[in-house]
């Protein structure tokens, strides 16, 4: 039963050029969260996604970052033109129904590093 | 939207001793409560959760408190071991279906 899938582990891009990260849910699962992580900080919302829907992307920049949930195949988290600032950690969880009563399993996560 | 305090930022405690990390929150209306346990370099992992009809629960050495009245929420470790040693995440969510995570308590089991 494997868990969340979260690739590449690691991502280097150049300032300008765009990062795609995939987030697999675990199996069963069809609500997907994406978070941010800065070092030594805590981990901030960006978005919530259904299967082919985005419940609430509160958290997310408005200008250059995007998510999709397709029917077929994992989440994408893309972020355009990239910028230094966007390096982080970026995690993505998965649960079994919507709402935040249930338990969300977290991936081992994308590092992206933007030179 | 919901706040979510926690404290001490950093917490070293001898092994086999008890550790306490404490959180706020704002919104009267969250009710439920996940602790998460991040080893570095590693994925959050969920350790124990708590919800609004209960004002505790246990898990072996791990438990956590809850007081909706102050809007408190505590996790509490005993005997701890080095394997303890990681940053703990609490958080709340409620109305709108969000969780909202503290900002971390890095815990260090002294030998």
């Known amino acids: 039963n494997a868990g969340v899938m979260q690739n590449p582990r690691h991502l280097v891009r150049r300032r300008g050029q765009e990062a795609r990260l995939r987030c697999s849910p675990m199996?069963?699962?069809?609500?997907v969260y994406w978070y941010r992580q800065l070092p030594e900080e805590g981990l901030k919302f960006m978005v919530y996604?259904?299967?082919?829907?985005?419940?609430?992307e509160s958290g997310m920049p408005k200008e250059r970052f995007s998510a999709e949930f397709p029917k077929e195949g994992p989440s994408i988290l893309r972020i355009q033109q990239v910028v230094r600032g966007d390096s982080a950690a970026y995690f993505c969880a998965s649960s079994l129904a919507g709402g935040a009563h249930q338990p969300q399993h977290f991936g081992d996560g994308t590092r992206l590093s933007i030179l | 939207g919901e706040n979510v305090e926690q404290h001490p930022s950093t917490l070293s405690v001898q092994e086999g001793d008890s550790a306490v990390i404490k959180c706020t929150y704002s919104d009267s209306a969250s009710n439920y409560f996940p602790w998460y346990k991040q080893e570095l370099g590693k994925r959050p992992q969920l350790i124990i959760d708590i919800r609004s009809n209960v004002g505790e629960k246990k898990d072996q050495r791990i438990a956590v408190t809850l007081n909706k009245t102050a809007k408190h929420f505590s996790l509490h470790i005993t005997e701890t071991q080095p394997e303890d040693s990681a940053v703990y995440f609490c958080a709340a969510s409620g109305r709108d279906d969000k969780i909202i995570f503290g900002k971390g308590t890095r815990l260090h089991i002294l030998p």
């Open positions: 199996k069963g699962h069809s609500h």
């Open positions: 996604l259904q299967k082919e829907n985005i419940i609430d």
